[in-house]
């Protein structure tokens, strides 16, 4: 499942992350959200994820404006059903949800750690 092309890329991405792969990764950074270890811009066979959890097999994607795209849409589809077929479960958030001032994103990750999102 090692993809040298995937881990290059997903190098060169954690140097240029967007503002609200920022805002989430400082939650989620050094276990400080309910323990779980993340790992950024990580490589999944061809694909790069934005965050996973390897330990629970999670992904969490942060979705912006490109994802409305139909042909970006057409990708995420093939993209999360080859993670979840590996086994992964995947979860989506938006860039207005990640910035949102309310418990909304708190309620998004721990729907996600625990298998419901």
Aim: aromatic share 10%; hydrophobic share 35%.
């Amino acid at each position: 499942m090692r993809n040298e092309h995937s881990i290059k890329r997903a190098r060169a991405m954690r140097k240029e992350p967007t503002s609200s792969e920022e805002r989430l990764w400082s939650m989620l950074r050094g276990r400080r959200y309910r323990g779980a270890k993340f790992r950024r811009q990580h490589a999944i066979g061809i694909y790069v994820v934005d965050f996973a959890c390897v330990e629970l097999k999670l992904v969490i994607e942060v979705d912006g404006p490109s994802h409305n795209d139909p042909e970006q849409a057409a990708f995420d589809v093939q993209r999360t059903n080859d993670l979840q077929r590996w086994g992964w479960r995947v979860a989506r958030i938006s860039n207005a949800e990640v910035y949102a001032q309310s418990d909304g994103l708190y309620d998004f990750l721990d729907r996600a750690l625990n298998g419901e999102g």
